[in-house]
Every structure is written in structure tokens, then in C-alpha cells.
């Protein structure tokens, strides 16, 4: 029994020792969990976090790196095990399942008026959950084309720019005409198709997902949805313009390609000029342009990157005051040099060192204006919906395994049966 209680005494002092603060002891010490994994990121998320510390003697904050890879599943368990940290880096896809099983604060009243003024509303609708704001975004990304400057200058062809971008028919006859003799237009990695897909689809009126008058979504697959798929397979299963072996490959995978003369132009996230501007052969000339237009023009869809806290977290407050700190303009826009990033804020868009042409930087941040939340932003059952269904679904469209109408019945017939689970 002696030792039973000795046992018990020593966790209930563990349990006062972790996050301390409220009760006099000692200064609170917050656990911030970060998803950075460029070096130049990574350096500018710890240096940030360096600052707060040394300026805030009462509130200690503790940098926690995560990983992409497995955030959602390693979050799940953090919070059911009630291990989960104080503010967590995410992104605004992944927090739906996470706002709605009551895992993440509302910070509808914990954030200061100077940051909610400074992120344009339709930034805010991508974590707002109901009446809730459960996630702060702060950096997002287009998806661009990186094309080879070189070879697009002596093919002759119309080079695109913001004003004047290529239609979805454009794109695919100009990939045609740059194909052949072992080379190709373009290398569509798509080992993770849906996002691209979704995203993509916003600039022909692509909507996938129909919200009805009860709240409840359902998802129809309608022509305006077919555009970006169906040009995708034509270029690899008709045109031949797009490489076959490259739809199962992550965007890193095709750079020694395109490097190598192989592949025209490559669809990516905008981030990727990073790893391009370091690993490009000398001498090599790339160059950033939009990714094409449809009836809605250059509309995309984005997943910003988010902070948000935890429900449980005991220090809602601090964790709001760090998260402010941490996203003033000036702190955003060292974020998003350091991701290679756009910020969602207006005044650190508006920093001199995101508008020039060095890197495409300047193509990028035209392109602001016309990203709008992705459209499976805020559907329950979304990410089980991508890995089971939609995934498999358009890797086997493109690969030409099957066929439009097959991928319409898997989209629609067994995705709303996952979604319905979720609904009921």
C-alpha cells in the first residue's frame, strides 16, 4: 500500500511539473510543435523561438520538431493519450476530423484584433469549422510551372505570364508540340494526385464537393470536375506528352529529369524552387510561370499552413500571445523566405523581398490574389476519403487502368459512403 501511494504522489508531481506556471513555481513552459524541414526554415522557426524565450521570462516556449509524413496519426495519438503539444503546426486540410472531435481551441477569442485584421477572411475560412476558428494560417503555396527556359525560348512558343496565362487546351497542345525523341512536354508527379487534382480543378469551376441546405456534402463529379483530370490522362495516355513513369513520383523525384533535359516543364508547389535553385546544374536557366487558366481563370485551391492550439493544452492564452508573436509581419515574412512560401498576410505580401523576379518570386506573389481555400477544406471523412478512395481512384485514371466513367462511379458512389459515416 506505502508503495502504491508513493507511486501516485510521484505522478501527481510529474502532472504539476509539465507546462508549469499557474500556480507560482515557475515560468510556463509551452511545447511548440513544428512541421519545418527546409534547413533555412528550420533555422528561422528556432531563431524566432529563441527570441520569444528571451523576452519572456514568464512564458517558455519549447521547439518540438514533427514531421509531415506522419503529423496526422502521430497528432491523433498525441491527443487520445492526452500527451498532445501546446500549439501544433499543421495544415488547414488535416484539422476538420481534429476541430470536430473537440481536439483543437477555438481561437475565435484568444487572437489579438491585429493579427485577425491582418489575414484576408478568405484565408480564415479555410480553419473556420462551424462557428469556431480553430487554426491560424500563415503560409501557403500555388502550384506553378517550372519550366526549362532554355528549351521553352527555342521551341518558339507563347510564353505564358499572369495576364495572359495558358487555357487547359493550351497547355496540352503546347506539351505536344514539345514532345518527342524521348523527351516530354511534361512530368506530372502525382504520387499524391488528389490535392493537385482538387486544387487545379478550381480554375475550370471544378467543385467536387456540394455542401446541401442541412450542412450535409455530397459529392458529384460534374463536367467543370473533368478538365484538369482529363487533360492530365490525354497528355500521358493519348498525347504521349506527359512522361508515363513520372505519375508515381513524388516532386523531388522528377528534378534529376528536368535537370537532365528530360521533361519540359513541371507542375509543383511553390516551394520547390528551393530545392531547384540549389540542386540546378550550372548554367541551367529554369523559370517560374502560372499554372494554366480555365473558365474561373487562375482560381487554385490551397491548403495553407496553420498554428493551432490545443484543446487541452492548459495555457490557451500564452499559446495565443506566442502564436501573435510569432506571425507579426515582419516574423511572417521570415517564415516565408524560409519556407520558399507565400504568407497569407497582407502586409508581409507586400515585403519588397517577395516581389522580385530572382527565383520567380514576383510570379508567385501575383498569383495571391487568386488562391481560395481548398475545396475539401472543411469535409469530416476527408482524409479517410483520399486514401481509400480518391487516391487509388485517379492513380489508376492516369495510368490509364481505367477509364472517365469508372473513375466518376468510385469518386461519387464509394466516396459518399465514407463521407455519410461521418455525417450521420
Not at 475550370?204 to 464537393?209: H, K, N, S
Not at 520547390?272 to 487558366?293: H, M
Request: hydrophobic residues 40%; proline residues 6%; contains cysteine.
Amino acid at each position: 500500500m506505502r508503495a502504491r501511494w508513493i507511486v501516485v504522489l510521484m505522478l501527481l508531481l510529474a502532472g504539476c511539473t509539465h507546462g508549469t506556471g499557474g500556480s507560482g513555481t515557475g515560468p510556463v513552459t509551452l511545447r511548440f510543435q513544428s512541421l519545418a524541414w527546409q534547413e533555412e526554415s528550420v533555422e528561422a522557426n528556432k531563431a524566432l523561438v529563441k527570441e520569444w524565450n528571451a523576452t519572456h521570462a514568464g512564458v517558455k516556449v519549447e521547439y518540438v520538431q514533427g514531421s509531415w509524413d506522419s503529423v496526422h496519426d502521430q497528432l491523433l495519438t498525441s491527443f487520445e493519450g492526452g500527451e498532445a503539444p501546446d500549439i501544433i503546426h499543421d495544415a488547414s486540410d488535416d484539422l476538420a476530423d481534429f476541430a470536430y472531435g473537440g481536439y483543437l481551441a477555438d481561437l475565435s477569442d484568444l487572437l489579438p484584433h491585429r493579427l485577425k485584421s491582418a489575414i484576408p477572411q478568405h484565408s480564415w475560412d479555410t480553419t473556420t469549422f462551424g462557428d469556431g476558428v480553430y487554426g491560424v494560417p500563415f503560409l501557403q503555396e500555388p502550384r506553378v510551372l517550372i519550366v526549362n527556359a532554355t528549351w521553352l525560348k527555342e521551341s518558339g512558343v507563347r510564353v505564358p505570364t499572369v495576364e495572359h496565362p495558358w487555357s487547359w487546351a493550351e497547355f496540352r497542345q503546347i506539351t505536344a508540340r514539345l514532345s518527342g525523341a524521348g523527351r516530354y512536354g511534361v512530368a506530372w508527379p502525382l504520387k499524391e494526385p488528389v490535392s493537385a487534382t482538387l486544387n487545379l480543378s478550381l480554375s475550370a469551376g471544378g467543385q467536387l464537393f456540394h455542401r446541401d441546405a442541412d450542412g450535409k456534402v455530397t459529392i458529384r463529379f460534374e463536367q467543370a470536375d473533368e478538365t484538369v483530370p482529363r487533360t492530365i490522362h490525354d497528355q500521358a495516355n493519348t498525347d504521349r506528352s506527359a512522361s508515363p513513369t513520372t505519375l508515381g513520383s513524388g516532386g523531388s523525384d522528377t528534378l534529376p529529369g528536368f535537370f537532365g533535359g528530360k521533361y519540359a516543364m513541371v507542375p509543383l508547389g511553390f516551394s520547390y524552387r528551393q530545392q531547384i535553385a540549389q540542386q540546378a546544374p550550372k548554367g541551367f536557366r529554369w523559370q517560374v510561370l502560372p499554372a494554366p487558366a480555365g473558365a474561373d481563370g487562375l482560381t487554385q485551391g490551397v491548403s495553407p499552413q496553420t498554428l493551432s492550439v490545443a484543446a487541452d493544452s492548459p495555457h490557451k492564452k500564452e499559446a495565443a500571445a506566442f502564436i501573435d508573436f510569432l506571425l507579426r509581419p515582419e516574423n511572417m515574412v521570415r517564415l516565408a523566405l524560409g519556407d520558399w512560401m507565400l504568407p497569407t498576410g497582407t502586409q508581409a505580401l507586400a515585403d519588397p523581398a517577395l516581389h522580385t523576379a530572382k527565383d520567380g518570386w514576383a510570379t508567385g506573389t501575383a498569383l495571391a490574389p487568386h488562391l481560395r481555400p481548398a475545396p475539401a477544406q472543411s469535409v469530416r471523412g476527408y482524409p479517410e476519403w483520399k486514401d481509400k478512395v480518391a487516391t487509388p481512384a485517379l492513380q489508376e485514371y492516369y495510368s490509364g487502368a481505367i477509364g472517365l466513367g469508372e473513375l466518376r462511379k468510385r469518386l461519387e458512389d464509394d466516396g459518399n459512403l465514407v463521407l455519410a459515416r461521418y455525417q450521420r
